[in-house]
């Protein structure tokens, strides 16, 4: 040993005189080995590794990064592996780097099973912890050996160019849509960009609305991709969005009530649109004012209107949205002439002809029952217009009230209790003779010999109860033999007039007269009523 040590002091000693030469010999002579073909070109020039004080290992570090500026940069900026790893950290270059191992020797010392990846700018993730080192750091020259693993690509696209189906329509950026899990499990959030995905269309393919994977200048208009489905033919305008919603196309949710003056009720709700608005393609859209239909039912349902107009256009005063065969019309509200008995089961058009409600004419319908009823009517008008005095709307011929006492013949005794048609034998009421034997003829056992004028015997309690005063009620009163005599004794002839029977003996007592007529015809002169062959009175 110390012969070894008095050999290198003699040999530093003898190259003293000449400072350059003499270092550079020495280093030379002391060399270990040559170093790796990366510093060959400073194998001559020990201070670029080792400062000018040959072997100072605390400038040996500084001196490597000055040579190497992009690990010096990463430590700096802790940065990549040299900047990241724990193993670096407050070690010197040469602790993993060390030279003069000769040209092929790696000094690098890479071990690839055991290296640490997160420690770089670049973790890896997903599908690429299963890829080789190869796949991403691959040679910088073709055939070479030797590459940077710190120059690795580390930007999706220049790996992934081949799997680009968009064909960088999209840009470079390919992380923002894919991830390291599964390059075809896509992650890109569609609601950050200007046209958020909802409903069906969170479903939908990408090349639906982007074809040919042209995703600029993609337009967002409903239309543009639903034009296909517009059943409306663009009558509806092209906002889709104003009806139809992302959840289902084939749903419509335009809220009528809300966002119209015409609030959908009853049956309206359940029609298709088109059945109101019926305007032509070549019009435009359904929003424009001048398509708007009319509010007025009568401009939908004018083939409804059995009043042909007679009405008016405000169908709604009578008719509802619910049913329009039900009416709400109440006409004993709404008119002059309440509805009652038979009346409430007739059609309107039963009085309303050709359902007006007035006439040609533009008067008011006549409510009086004759202008209804005049075909009904049998009496041919002899009883007048004002059918309701007798008959009511429960039925023409349901429960007929006539006072007969206003007329000039009142009904007494077993006339009130007779059914009209014993003396009324057809509905011409006024045609019925008021005179007793027009109806008691057959009755009559005078065979007309009392005359016509029956109630001055008989009275209307019973034909058999008969009164009759001859002497308060003639000028001929009965005495003698008078009383007794049957009336046809004295009246024998038939007569339709009021009886003017003579009071003179000689009408009756002709034949009586044995004077044949010499003393005249005044027989009571002689004669008197109790015998006529008696009691002759001479003076």
Known sequence: MRIYLSFILFIGM?????????????????????????????????????????????????????????????????????????????RMCKTCHTDHKGREFDVIGLDKETFDHNFT?????????????????????????????????SECYSCHKKDDVHKKRLGDKCHKCHSEESWTKIKFDHDKTDFPLKGRHEKAACDSCHPDNKHKDTPTRCYSCHAINDSHKKRYGVKCETCHSEKDWDKAYFDHNKKTKFKL?????????????????????????????????????????????????????????KSWKKSKFNHDTDTKFKIKGNHKSLKCIACHEGGRLKTKKKKKLDTSCYSCHKLDDLHKGQQ?????????????LHGVRFNH?????????????????ECHLSKAFKDVEKKCVACHEDDDTHKKTMGAE???????????????????????????????????????????VRVEQSPTCAVCHVRD??????????????HNSDKFDQNIRLN
């Not at 007269?513 to 002689?526: I, P």
């Open 14 to 90: 003898t190259f003293a005189g000449s400072a350059t030469a003499g270092i550079s010999a020495f280093e030379k002579l002391v060399m270990p080995g040559k170093v790796i073909q990366g510093h060959a070109k400073y194998e001559s020039e020990c201070a670029e590794c080792h400062g000018e004080e040959s072997f100072s290992e605390s400038d040996q570090s500084s001196l490597c990064l000055d040579c190497h500026e992009k690990v010096a940069s990463d430590v700096k900026k802790k940065k990549g592996f040299h900047g990241k790893s724990k193993i670096v950290k407050n």
């Open 121 to 153: 700018d670049f973790r890896l993730k997903g599908e690429h912890q299963q890829i080789k080192c190869s796949s991403c750091h691959k040679p910088s020259k073709k055939g070479s050996k030797l590459f940077k693993h710190r120059d690795a690509p």
């Open 265 to 321: 009720r009853g049956q309206h709700k359940e029609v298709m649109c088109d059945s109101c608005h019926t305007h032509k393609a070549s019009a435009g859209s359904i929003f424009k004012k001048k398509n708007h239909p009319k509010k007025v039912c009568n401009s939908c349902h004018k083939n409804d209107d059995v009043h042909r107009g007679q009405n008016g256009p405000k169908c709604n005063k009578c008719h509802t949205e």
């Open 384 to 396: 007048g217009k004002q059918c309701a005095d007798c008959h009511s709307e429960k039925g023409w």
């Open 405 to 421: 006492d206003i007329v000039d013949f009142p009904l007494l005794g077993q006339h009130a209790i007779i059914p009209c048609e």
């Open 454 to 496: 029956c109630a001055q015997c008989h009275n209307p309690n019973g034909w058999h109860f008969w009164r009759f005063d001859h002497n308060k009620q003639t000028r001929f009163a009965l005495k003698g033999a008078h009383k007794g005599l049957q009336c046809r004794a004295c009246h024998k002839s038939a007569t339709n």
């Open 513 to 526: 007269d044995v004077h044949n007529g010499s003393f005249g015809s005044r027989c009571e002169q002689c």
